[in-house]
């Protein structure tokens, strides 16, 4: 819903990069976005294929120098919204008006949800795909 300038989101089942372009395009015309339940995100396609995939990321570069890549929920769903705004200030500007939680907050009300598509594919939750990368939450 969108109150004052700021949007909730309920990131449930809803697919990450579908998310990350809409949020990212609302980030830049300066409208503040929550994201709520970022666990229950989705990726599509075969879940071990894009098991292997997130985890070349992890495994790229080294432990002291990066680059470095998230394995909580929230943090890959951020990181992933970062990925699609420009590298500039302006881009660096609308990142700090993105929240991204794990479950619903308290003192969260007025959460919209998006439009879902069907899912007629093999997907991965992002919970289950972080705990195959090591998150222990």
Request: proline share 4%.
């Amino acid at each position: 819903m969108l109150v004052g300038e700021k949007m909730i989101i309920d990131a449930k089942y809803m697919r990450i990069g579908r998310l990350a372009s809409f949020v990212a395009k609302k980030l830049l015309s300066n409208i503040k976005i929550e994201i709520v339940n970022a666990e229950k995100a989705i990726i599509t396609g075969n879940p071990n294929s894009v098991y292997k995939i997130y985890l070349q990321k992890r495994q790229v570069g080294d432990a002291l120098h990066g680059p470095f890549f998230p394995r909580r929920p929230d943090l890959i769903l951020r990181r992933t919204v970062r990925g699609m705004l420009p590298k500039n200030k302006r881009g660096r500007a609308a990142l700090k008006n993105l929240k991204v939680h794990i479950g619903i907050p308290e003192g969260i009300k007025n959460i919209e949800t998006l439009k879902k598509d069907e899912i007629n594919t093999d997907f991965i939750t992002l919970e289950n795909l972080c705990k195959k990368l090591g998150w222990s939450g």
